[in-house]
Every structure is written in structure tokens, then in C-alpha cells.
């Protein structure tokens, strides 16, 4: 039997409509990122062909997944298909960066005796979870138990009773 012919399908993820304003902003702030790295190298004094190359690549994803996600808000979009085979770890790195961003907005707002809803932060933690299962990657190490365990245990000692000896 050849094996001619035969092409594996690409690995997909489905980004819920509920969560794609944060891939929106995440491949934003890299499409950004990207920019200001790139002009760094085209100006240097001297530019090395090989970081000129990986610059302008890295600027090309960025660039492509802010596109396959939708340049601008569109309050009646859907659930978004990526096809993870383009943006492996790009995609990954988002979905963290975003994830990491609304743990400190959370952790923030309780620093200030503010409790905020969770919004779409369990859904972007079991997203990038997912991606790395696909790419054979660890799971994410944690140094300390996560923000929800910890605000969990906090909020079970506020309300339990305290002995006064």
C-alpha cells in the first residue's frame, strides 16, 4: 500500500465566540510586539540575515492570526476554527498571555476587596490545555496552588466560624 496521497488532516482548535475578543487582543498584542522587534532588527547597525528572517516570519503569524481571527470586534461573530498546524505555538502563547492577564485583573480587583466574576478565564485555561495536549507539550507548571484555588480557600475562611479562646 503507498502511502502517496494519504495527507493527515490538520490539527484544528475551535475558539467559542465567548472567548475570541481575547485571541483578538492577544494576537494583537503580538502583531505589536512583533512590529517593535522587526524595527529593532532593520535598524540595527549591522543586521544578521538569520534575525532579520525570524523576524520577519514572526511578524508574518502574528499578522495572519490577527487576520484569521477578525481585525475588528464583530458583536454577531461565531465560534473561530484555527488551524493549529499554522500557529502552533503562537497560539498557545496567546491564549497564556490572555489567561495570565485576566488572573492579575482578578487578582488585582480582590486586592482591593472587589470579588469579579471568573468571565471566560476557566474556558481560556482549558483552551491552552487542550493545545498543549495536541502538541505532546506538558502541562502548564504551577509554582503555587491557582488563583481560583487560593480565592476559593480564602472566600471558605471568610464565612466559616472562628473559635475565640
Not at 6 to 28: E, L, N
Not at 70 to 87: E, K, S
Not at 106 to 131: S, Y
Request: proline fraction near 5%.
Amino acid at each position: 500500500m503507498s502511502s502517496q496521497g494519504t495527507a493527515t488532516a490538520p490539527r484544528t482548535v475551535t475558539i467559542p465566540a465567548k472567548v475570541v475578543r481575547y485571541v483578538r487582543r492577544g494576537a494583537q498584542d503580538e502583531l505589536s510586539h512583533s512590529l517593535a522587534l522587526y524595527e529593532i532588527v532593520i535598524h540595527s547597525t549591522s543586521v544578521d540575515p538569520r534575525m532579520y528572517e525570524a523576524g520577519a516570519a514572526r511578524l508574518e503569524d502574528a499578522k495572519s492570526l490577527f487576520e484569521a481571527i477578525g481585525v475588528c470586534a464583530d458583536p454577531t461573530q461565531g465560534a473561530v476554527v484555527l488551524n493549529l498546524d499554522r500557529w502552533p505555538r503562537l497560539l498557545l502563547r496567546v491564549l497564556e498571555e490572555q489567561y495570565d492577564a485576566e488572573i492579575r485583573r482578578l487578582q488585582d480587583a480582590a486586592a482591593d476587596g472587589i470579588d469579579l466574576p471568573l468571565r471566560e478565564v476557566p474556558v481560556l485555561w482549558v483552551l491552552a490545555a487542550d493545545i498543549r495536549k495536541k502538541l505532546g507539550l506538558l502541562p502548564r507548571r504551577k509554582n503555587k496552588r491557582s488563583f481560583l484555588e487560593r480565592s476559593l480557600a480564602s472566600r471558605r475562611r471568610r464565612w466559616r466560624p472562628r473559635d475565640h479562646a
